[in-house]
């Protein structure tokens, strides 16, 4: 299986700072995505990690740990604006081929 | 920024009958993919698609669905016969270079069986 597990839910202050944690089955493991996803919305691209080690993106961080199979996303100086769904997905590569798989994704509420 | 687009962005249809939802991805990609999300669900895979051919499929995706890229931009995916449980939020995808590339998601169709 391809299983992926995050927390359903978080909730963080506006300015604070907010690490959504993820699991994932290492087998076949080609790299790690993290989206974000508002209500009723597409999926937008926040992030990918194929090496072991912290990516920084402005106010966004990703984190992996392949021998873990743990990855976090990291949320500096929180806004309101970032309340949504932060969805973890695992490339997984086999027979040639890649598959793309999410997890149920984590709710985040940013509170004034 | 280029963006996909999908059509129609809601569509109601009834048990059994056959409904075509409608995509154009970004112009240089070369990697077509659809996703569902049922409401308050996760994000499944479908289908990815390329140089004209399927090139990986879900459990989800069984005989009663079907893609196709009719011309030089449009990826459509067919649904035969609709039953109550494809109520969904359908994502059409595309990517340059597939593999690690990140997909570029349009903003979907709804769709609502009755």
């Known amino acids: 299986g391809q299983n992926i597990d995050q927390p359903t839910e978080m909730t963080a202050t506006e300015g604070a700072i907010v690490q959504i944690n993820c699991t994932y089955q290492?087998?076949?493991?080609?790299?790690l995505f993290w989206y974000q996803q508002h209500a009723g919305e597409a999926p937008t691209f926040l992030s990918y990690?194929?090496?072991?080690g912290l990516e920084e993106k402005g106010r966004f961080s990703s984190f992996l740990s392949r021998s873990k199979g743990y990855s976090y996303l990291l949320l500096k100086e929180l806004q309101m604006k970032d309340s949504a769904s932060y969805l973890c997905?695992?490339?997984?590569?086999?027979?040639?081929?890649?598959?793309?798989?999410f997890g149920k994704g984590t709710k985040l509420s940013v509170i004034p | 920024e280029p963006e996909v687009t999908q059509t129609p962005s809601h569509q109601v249809t009834q048990m059994g009958q056959e409904v075509i939802l409608r995509c154009v991805p970004i112009?240089?990609?070369?990697?077509f993919y659809w996703y569902r999300q049922i409401l308050g669900q996760k994000v499944e895979f479908l289908v990815s698609?390329?140089?004209?051919?399927?090139?990986?499929k879900s459990e989800i995706f069984d005989d009663q669905f079907s893609v196709e890229r009719p011309d030089g931009s449009n990826f459509t995916l067919k649904i035969r016969s609709t039953k109550l449980e494809d109520s969904a939020m359908y994502f059409c995808?595309?990517?340059?270079?597939?593999?690690?590339?990140?997909?570029?998601f349009g903003n979907g169709t709804r769709l609502t069986v009755t």
């Open positions: 698609f390329y140089n004209n051919e399927i090139s990986e």
């Open positions: 995808a595309s990517s340059d270079r597939g593999g690690n590339s990140p997909l570029h």
């Open positions: 997905s695992r490339l997984y590569s086999g027979a040639g081929s890649y598959q793309l798989t």
């Open positions: 290492t087998s076949g493991f080609n790299g």
């Open positions: 990690n194929v090496l072991d």
């Open positions: 112009s240089n990609h070369l990697y």
